[in-house]
């Protein structure tokens, strides 16, 4: 179904095909008239399925109409809330260029913390008519009188799941106290966990469910390679594989700001341009990063789970788990970084003896397995654990684990 017969404006219509969009993806096809039409939405789909313009056309073409309706003028309509300053960029950046597009621009404000909060105060004078934010910065400036939330017509959560898991639960609750009861709520989410379905029961009125199958969220298919390889010798074997594929785009990730910054420098000196990205960086430092990988100056960029989401760039070819994520939503955040907008793309996992009942948890959990390859000199030689301890059945995935604290409160309850 091309946009012409979405409900979209021609206006919009024509933006969205000057911003790249030949025609809708399965995610869009299905939310962008459900916004329209005023509704509550739910809406499930795989990384680089085109969550961001399922609700960014809609978005702004309702707020177009009720500033031609008469209402004062940059008034906030629409607050997108989103968990890391990344999202925000990018969801901001996605809005802003639509806009170009369009006679009657709209003013949008991005605000994350990380930098000054006084340049985000200058932009909200005189009002905006959509704001992008991170919970705390949003907090803030409310705390700041920067501004007002008792006209919000429209609240997105996008990427729901990783607000929850990083811990925003209190400031969603602060939040919501502050926006109108009467309003459209839509909730954009790769996952829907437990805690995350049990905030958008209480959030949504009689919301439409959008659920997008894997396969038909994304066009292009990412090839999935696991390597065995013993951890001391993943470093050689990264380099070899950057070297002899010709990779001028890798994205690879580590479990700790540490590993990433060791990364990074042991690939620098080694010939490699590489740099890190976590969030203990400033927030001008990752952005340049950012802006200097998707021109290609950096050729390996050594990321935490923090640049998991957010990282929009088309033709990145080649996604390396150097330390394997610590849950199996993690796994499909982190390798939808490629094989975007159609394009092809490859994931690549370092498996060791430690690391294989993990990885193998990981597979169950998408229902694909994934063969094991060895590389000619790398072969492992550290041999499997005789038993994997794993009384739980969950593998040792983030979330699952027993708290010290929970250990203690059951020793407690049985004496």
């Not at 004062?72 to 996605?94: D, H, I, N, S, W």
Request: hydrophobic residues 45%; aromatic residues 4%.
């Amino acid at each position: 179904m091309p946009f012409t017969r979405l409900g979209l404006s021609p206006a919009l219509v024509h933006a969205a095909r000057e911003h790249g969009f030949l025609a809708p993806t399965p995610i869009q096809t299905a939310a962008i008239p459900l916004v329209l039409q005023g509704r509550d939405v739910r809406a499930q789909a795989q990384t680089g399925s085109g969550k961001t313009a399922a609700f960014a056309l809609p978005l702004l073409q309702r707020v177009q109409q009720a500033a031609r309706a008469g209402e004062k003028p940059r008034r906030l309509r629409a607050l997108v809330l989103v968990p890391t300053r990344e999202l925000a960029a990018q969801v901001g950046a996605t809005l802003r260029d639509i806009c170009e597009h369009i006679a009657e621009p709209l003013k949008i404000v991005v605000a994350v913390g990380g930098v000054s909060i006084n340049p985000q105060m200058l932009r909200l004078r005189g009002g905006a008519d959509i704001v992008v934010a991170t919970p705390g910065r949003l907090l803030d400036l409310v705390d700041h009188n920067a501004l007002k939330l008792a006209d919000v017509a429209t609240l997105v959560l996008d990427e729901a799941d990783r607000l929850l898991d990083l811990g925003f639960a209190d400031e969603l609750d602060r939040i919501l106290a502050l926006l109108p009861a009467t309003r459209q709520n839509l909730c954009f989410s790769a996952t829907f966990p437990p805690a995350v379905q049990k905030l958008t029961d209480a959030l949504l009125h009689d919301p439409a469910r959008i659920d997008i199958e894997p396969e038909a969220a994304r066009a292009a298919q990412i090839a999935q390679r696991a390597i065995e390889v013993d951890p001391t010798r993943r470093t050689a074997l990264l380099r070899q594989l950057i070297l002899e594929n010709g990779w001028r785009q890798v994205l690879v990730f580590v479990a700790s700001k540490n590993a990433a910054d060791n990364l990074a420098d042991k690939l620098y000196r080694a010939g490699i341009d590489a740099a890190p990205f976590h969030g203990e960086l400033s927030q001008g430092r990752r952005e340049q990063v950012l802006a200097d990988f998707k021109a290609a100056r950096w050729q390996v960029v050594v990321a935490t789970d923090v640049a998991a989401r957010g990282i929009d760039i088309a033709q990145l070819p080649v996604v390396v788990n150097y330390d394997l994520p610590r849950s199996p939503t993690d796994y499909v955040h982190r390798i939808g970084r490629t094989g975007r907008a159609g394009e092809a793309g490859v994931a690549i996992s370092f498996v060791s003896a430690a690391t294989e009942a993990h990885f193998r948890l990981i597979e169950k959990r998408q229902q694909q397995r994934v063969p094991r390859e060895r590389i000619a000199g790398f072969e492992p030689l550290d041999t499997a654990p005789a038993s994997v301890s794993d009384p739980d059945g969950t593998g040792g995935i983030k979330g699952k684990r027993k708290s010290k604290k929970d250990k203690l409160r059951e020793a407690a309850g049985k004496t």
